[in-house]
């Protein structure tokens, strides 16, 4: 006879429907505080190195540099010598700004379309402006995108602490809290993405070196055909390496949020659960991009509806034939680009003065938005990573590592304790000190 418990049993063994919960995850306040700091400090960091404008735009045909690099990467001296002496000037992190914008549109309303090569080729097109910028703007680059790192280190650690705790125990830690905890582990968020990174480049030096070694007339190609083997293995690890820092990137700041160890625990971890269980990290990495894209989506309709609701009504109240509103707001509205705001230009000083207030406005709400995408990401891999950690080390979801000051039980900090999973044929006994877990 069929046990009565059977069904929710099966129900709970389904782990993939709790990605579900990153949407309730991601509109807690606290994580879009968080975000929403990060997104100001990176905004005003680019703004700032912005006033060195060095990107060269066309006049005739507002075409970027960038945009012409991912149409044309081997025609990029054409381009400078056509353009490059009369053209005006932007900035790099505006240049970036819109051109990902637009690319993350498009991606987005693509999949809805299940036009995947179309999402692949945006997706594509993001990469190749990251490296128009390490190639043209290398100085740039690297003090920007050391500050995005910095930034995002600070806030992603402390969403991907909150979700964790959230996801884990039900815990609701405060914005301080959580930020305490990154600060404590920012050497770890910080390492952890460049750790691959600094593997690659060790073991393309090997190769590199023995590129150099091939120069030395007659022994030189003997040398290189002799050690061709290892060079071989080198350039496989550096493809097993590239693969799994791909794959498994978005795991890596849950790991030190879950785990609370160093950089490379984080990322032999999620190293170790992409190449063990591969189609199901793909499985609930589909589902999390398919879920992701219909709560942006439901996001933006709520933006828009806002500001064409308080639009339409200031045309009521105002009155004039809607002049001072025009002066003050002249964005059109639509669902497409609802958060599109201009630079405005009132007549006298009040209607400056407001104009600049409506603009700042918009862009808050501009930010809130973008600050949504970025707690859905760190809270639906947050789940992500608990889940494969399930499936992987057969670790229970409630398992966290906390630190003993936090809890206020110890002066020092103690490693996490597994929680014991009793069966069946166990008999129940007095909890013991030693299996608590802090």
């Given at each position: 006879m069929l046990d009565k418990n059977e069904p929710s049993q099966l129900i709970d063994s389904l782990l993939f429907p709790k990605i579900f919960q990153a949407f309730r995850m991601s509109i807690q306040p606290s994580k879009l505080i968080i975000a929403f700091l990060a997104v100001a400090a990176i905004c005003l960091v680019g703004h700032i190195m912005d006033l060195n404008k060095t990107v060269v735009k066309s006049e005739q045909s507002e075409l970027t540099e960038l945009q012409f690099?991912?149409?044309?990467?081997?025609?990029?001296?054409?381009?400078?010598?056509?353009?490059?002496?009369?053209?005006?000037?932007?900035?790099?992190?505006?240049?970036?700004?819109?051109?990902?914008?637009?690319?993350?549109?498009?991606?987005?309303?693509?999949?809805?379309?299940?036009?995947?090569?179309a999402v692949v080729?945006?997706?594509?097109?993001c990469f190749k402006a990251i490296a128009w910028a390490i190639r043209y703007h290398l100085v740039y680059s690297i003090i920007f995108f050391a500050v995005i790192l910095a930034v995002t280190s600070l806030a992603g650690g402390a969403i991907c602490r909150i979700a964790a705790l959230q996801f884990a125990r039900g815990e609701k830690p405060g914005l301080t809290e959580a930020l305490r905890f990154s600060t404590k582990k920012f050497t770890s968020f910080f390492t952890t993405p460049l750790a691959p990174i600094g593997i690659i480049l060790a073991i393309g030096f090997f190769i590199f070196l023995l590129g150099l070694v091939g120069n030395i007339p007659w022994a030189g190609e003997l040398v290189v055909g002799i050690l061709m083997p290892l060079a071989l293995f080198a350039g496989a690890l550096?493809?097993?390496?590239?693969?799994?820092?791909?794959?498994?990137?978005?795991?890596?700041?849950?790991?030190?949020?879950?785990?609370?160890?160093?950089?490379?625990?984080?990322?032999?971890?999620?190293?170790?659960y992409v190449y063990s269980k591969p189609w199901r990290m793909c499985f609930y990495t589909a589902i999390a991009v398919v879920y992701g894209a219909i709560c942006y989506l439901f996001i933006r309709l709520f933006a828009f509806l806002l500001l064409w609701v308080t639009h339409r009504f200031l045309q009521i109240g105002i009155l004039g034939a809607n002049q001072k509103l025009a002066a003050i707001w002249p964005t059109e509205l639509s669902f497409i680009k609802p958060l599109n705001p201009t630079t405005f230009t009132g007549g006298n000083w009040s209607e400056t003065i407001s104009a600049f207030l409506v603009y700042v406005f918009l862009l808050a709400i501009l930010a809130l938005v973008v600050s949504f995408v970025i707690t859905f990401y760190f809270s639906v891999n947050t789940i992500i990573y608990a889940l494969m950690r399930n499936k992987v080390d057969n670790t229970a979801l409630d398992d966290i590592y906390t630190y003993s000051d936090e809890s206020g039980t110890d002066t020092t900090a103690s490693e996490p304790q597994p929680n014991k999973i009793q069966t069946d044929s166990e008999t129940p006994s007095a909890p013991d000190a030693s299996s608590t877990v802090q």
């Amino acid at each position: 006879m069929l046990d009565k418990n059977e069904p929710s049993q099966l129900i709970d063994s389904l782990l993939f429907p709790k990605i579900f919960q990153a949407f309730r995850m991601s509109i807690q306040p606290s994580k879009l505080i968080i975000a929403f700091l990060a997104v100001a400090a990176i905004c005003l960091v680019g703004h700032i190195m912005d006033l060195n404008k060095t990107v060269v735009k066309s006049e005739q045909s507002e075409l970027t540099e960038l945009q012409f690099y991912v149409a044309n990467p081997d025609q990029m001296s054409g381009y400078f010598e056509v353009y490059g002496k009369q053209a005006q000037r932007t900035g790099v992190f505006s240049t970036l700004w819109h051109f990902g914008t637009e690319r993350f549109h498009n991606a987005v309303y693509s999949l809805f379309r299940f036009d995947i090569p179309a999402v692949v080729a945006s997706i594509a097109d993001c990469f190749k402006a990251i490296a128009w910028a390490i190639r043209y703007h290398l100085v740039y680059s690297i003090i920007f995108f050391a500050v995005i790192l910095a930034v995002t280190s600070l806030a992603g650690g402390a969403i991907c602490r909150i979700a964790a705790l959230q996801f884990a125990r039900g815990e609701k830690p405060g914005l301080t809290e959580a930020l305490r905890f990154s600060t404590k582990k920012f050497t770890s968020f910080f390492t952890t993405p460049l750790a691959p990174i600094g593997i690659i480049l060790a073991i393309g030096f090997f190769i590199f070196l023995l590129g150099l070694v091939g120069n030395i007339p007659w022994a030189g190609e003997l040398v290189v055909g002799i050690l061709m083997p290892l060079a071989l293995f080198a350039g496989a690890l550096i493809a097993a390496i590239l693969v799994g820092t791909v794959a498994g990137f978005n795991l890596m700041f849950p790991a030190v949020a879950y785990e609370g160890e160093d950089c490379y625990d984080a990322v032999s971890r999620s190293f170790s659960y992409v190449y063990s269980k591969p189609w199901r990290m793909c499985f609930y990495t589909a589902i999390a991009v398919v879920y992701g894209a219909i709560c942006y989506l439901f996001i933006r309709l709520f933006a828009f509806l806002l500001l064409w609701v308080t639009h339409r009504f200031l045309q009521i109240g105002i009155l004039g034939a809607n002049q001072k509103l025009a002066a003050i707001w002249p964005t059109e509205l639509s669902f497409i680009k609802p958060l599109n705001p201009t630079t405005f230009t009132g007549g006298n000083w009040s209607e400056t003065i407001s104009a600049f207030l409506v603009y700042v406005f918009l862009l808050a709400i501009l930010a809130l938005v973008v600050s949504f995408v970025i707690t859905f990401y760190f809270s639906v891999n947050t789940i992500i990573y608990a889940l494969m950690r399930n499936k992987v080390d057969n670790t229970a979801l409630d398992d966290i590592y906390t630190y003993s000051d936090e809890s206020g039980t110890d002066t020092t900090a103690s490693e996490p304790q597994p929680n014991k999973i009793q069966t069946d044929s166990e008999t129940p006994s007095a909890p013991d000190a030693s299996s608590t877990v802090q």
